[in-house]
């Protein structure tokens, strides 16, 4: 494979980018730097280094996104953008895609993957993985809202719901609730049934991740290796 490709399916630059970081002798093949890009390298035996760190082959890819609002939680959308859109481009021809979903106006961390088996222990009903999010509404919640959230709702179209964690600011028209399941519009037909209605909600924590502040609204990073293997643990 040539190296300026593999650093591509790796996400770490595009062929063009790794071509440039190579005449800044960022790019080493064997502990030698390498001027050349279109050279072959074996992912199994060469050692690649890029900016001095280690590269490596991962069948799969594992991406945190800051999802903005207008974006739909997709690969593909007749009408509007898609979360995918939103990766490098060498990483959108590796197919993944969005685990789980967050509304077109809701923002926040996404993890974006083509681990299929991973994606389906984590959203599973039985993994019970926790999802915390930051939330403003229209009106202050009423006093024992966080009794009834750890209690169980109950919606209006009799959907029971698995008990939730309510945490309110002090004026209590904000705060973070945090929820084990992802039904259809859950936090806002939750809020509904308290007659509020939610102004705004960004994921903050998706299992053991937590929305890198450093990452600015719109911008995707690669998980770290600690990050993917909290993951696994948390399903474990």
């Not at 509304?103 to 993994?127: I, K, S, W, Y």
Request: glycine share 8%; hydrophobic share 35%.
């Amino acid at each position: 494979m040539r190296i300026d490709r593999f650093l591509s399916e790796c996400g770490m630059a595009t062929r063009k980018e790794a071509g440039m970081a190579a005449k800044r002798g960022q790019v080493w093949l064997n502990g030698a730097p390498v001027r050349d890009v279109s050279r072959h390298m074996d992912p199994d035996t060469d050692r690649l280094t890029f900016g001095g760190q280690p590269v490596l082959w991962q069948p799969f890819v594992y991406f945190m996104l800051n999802k903005p609002e207008g974006y739909v939680s997709a690969t593909e959308d007749g009408r509007y953008p898609v979360v995918t859109e939103l990766l490098p481009e060498a990483v959108q021809k590796r197919n993944p895609f969005p685990c789980g979903r967050l509304d077109r106006d809701t923002v926040g961390l996404m993890l974006l993957t083509n681990d299929g088996p991973l994606a389906h222990r984590l959203l599973a009903p039985r993994g019970r993985v926790s999802k915390s999010y930051r939330f403003t509404c229209a009106e202050p919640l009423p006093e024992g809202a966080e009794a009834l959230f750890a209690a169980g709702m109950t919606l209006g179209d009799g959907t029971r719901l698995l008990p939730a964690t309510l945490r309110c600011a002090e004026d209590r028209s904000a705060g973070v609730v945090e929820v084990t399941e992802g039904k259809y519009h859950q936090i806002k037909r939750m809020f509904g049934a308290l007659s509020n209605k939610i102004t705004f909600l960004e994921r903050v924590s998706f299992g053991p991740l937590r929305l890198d502040p450093a990452l600015p609204r719109g911008a995707c990073r690669p998980l770290t290796e600690q990050e993917i293997q909290q993951l696994h643990s948390c399903l474990s």
